[in-house]
């Protein structure tokens, strides 16, 4: 697929959502690993759909102005 090379992220959660997501990443380092490619995926997809859906819809709204 391709070359990986782990990152330190730190963000600041509700302490009570911060202690479950430890306890998950200490049960389990790759699951949120999943996690966090998940939505970085998903935000990705849904950005280039938005932007694409945006051209489109600039293309029809001149094309209808040149009718």
């Given at each position: 697929m391709w070359d990986t090379c782990p990152v330190l992220i730190e963000v600041e959660l509700p302490t009570d959502l911060a202690e479950k997501v430890e306890a998950i990443q200490k049960a389990d380092p790759e699951f949120m690993s999943k996690i966090v490619l998940y939505g970085l995926t998903r935000r990705t997809l849904y950005e280039?759909?938005?932007?694409?859906?945006?051209?489109?819809?600039?293309?029809?709204?001149?094309?209808?102005?040149?009718?």
């Open positions: 280039h759909l938005r932007n694409s859906s945006d051209l489109t819809q600039e293309e029809s709204t001149g094309a209808q102005a040149v009718f």
